[in-house]
């Protein structure tokens, strides 16, 4: 089972906007991170960020993580076409420090001109 | 400096049948993972190979196999096909207890 909830499924927004989805998870974690995938394809890293910090910049990305809520949020800013991908949290549980991504259903985001 | 790799591309099978899917991760790394990846949903954790070995699992039967090259290379196999099988195979690479992990494009696996 997957351990990571997106929200929303989908989003659907003009370009210029911001775009913000919500991951939840439900056990203990070393970090989260996220990731985006174009049609269908492999995913590609966006940021991580640590069981410790609550908040990292990357770019136009700002992504929160609320340990006590057990929740993260992505923000992209002033969005373009481009940014038109599915988008996925993971989180990396503590299991002896071995690296194993638990994934979300992920959030689809659609991004017009 | 290549990413990873991932063959085939496309592969069409009937039930039954086994198959085999190939790997070739970041240089420099030496740890692979293997995720299935439903239409519609989010990759789920086949399991992980370091060193030769396979270091975790995830839930999936013995049907799914792999192995490790000394190169870090890695196979992942499937035998006695179902139809359910049918997924976009993603493999994915580390290095020690960086917890980044880089991902291929991915077979995409059709079982007919």
């Known amino acids: 089972s997957q351990q990571g909830e997106e929200d929303p499924q989908a989003l659907s927004i003009q370009e210029g906007e911001n775009a913000t989805m919500n991951c939840s998870y439900k056990?203990?974690?070393?970090?989260l991170q996220w990731y985006r995938q174009n049609s269908g394809r492999g995913l590609v890293h966006l940021i991580l960020i640590r069981s410790n910090e609550r908040e990292k910049h990357s770019g136009r990305l700002r992504v929160t993580l609320d340990t006590s809520k057990k929740s993260s949020s992505l923000l992209i800013t002033a969005s373009r076409a481009a940014d038109t991908a599915s988008y996925f949290c993971?989180?990396?549980?503590?299991?002896?420090?071995?690296?194993?991504?638990?994934f979300g259903a992920g959030t689809r985001l659609a991004v017009h001109p | 400096d290549a990413g990873v790799t991932q063959s085939p591309t496309h592969l069409i099978k009937t039930r039954g049948q086994q198959v085999t899917l190939r790997c070739s991760p970041k240089s420099g790394h030496d740890t692979v993972s293997w995720y299935q990846q439903a239409l519609g949903q989010g990759p789920q954790f086949i399991f992980q190979?370091?060193?030769?070995?396979?270091?975790q699992r995830g839930n999936f039967p013995d049907r799914f196999s792999g192995h490790q090259f000394p190169n870090y290379s890695s196979e992942l196999n499937v035998n006695a096909l179902l139809l359910g099988d049918s997924a976009l195979y993603l493999c994915?690479?580390?290095?020690?207890?960086?917890?980044?992990?880089?991902f291929g494009p991915g077979t995409r696996l059709t079982v007919l």
């Open positions: 994915a690479s580390s290095w020690g207890r960086d917890h980044t992990q880089y």
């Open positions: 993971a989180t990396d549980a503590i299991t002896g420090g071995y690296n194993k991504l638990i």
């Open positions: 190979y370091y060193e030769e070995e396979e270091r």
């Open positions: 056990t203990s974690i070393n970090n």
